[in-house]
């Protein structure tokens, strides 16, 4: 009789080890995804304070055109890449929520940035619509920040 329950036993432990190994490994997953999102989040968040910052420039009239142009464009740029590597994400453990909502406000900063973009192409780059733009820039910016701050935390 010991001998039969000898490798029952012998199993059980096997398995116990296995369920361990993986919820760890799991866990490290977890954490490595929480990083990356918190990464992507801190780094959409600079990209959409930095076009804020450019349009308020534009409205006070310290920035040229081009300087304009290209401060959008490449907060686009990095927002756009940031978004790829938010939607590409495989969400694991509790981070889903987290991902869907960092990815929602990366989308929508690039929304604002484009929009503003096409006001500055047709020459409305100014008053109360780029205003507005800046505004939510500057929320959107303080949200990721505060996401990535979030995931930071575990």
Known sequence: MIHRSLPTRAATAALAGALVTCA??????????RGTLSQSAGTAAASARSAGLVLGLDQEDRVLGTVLDTGLSDAADKLAAEARVVATMTAIGGIGASRDRVLHDIRAAQDEVASAQRAVAANRDSGDALRAHRRELD????????ASKRLERG
């Open 24 to 33: 760890l490994a799991g866990c490290s997953t977890d954490a490595a995804a």
């Open 139 to 146: 929320r959107l910016a303080q949200q990721l920040d505060a």
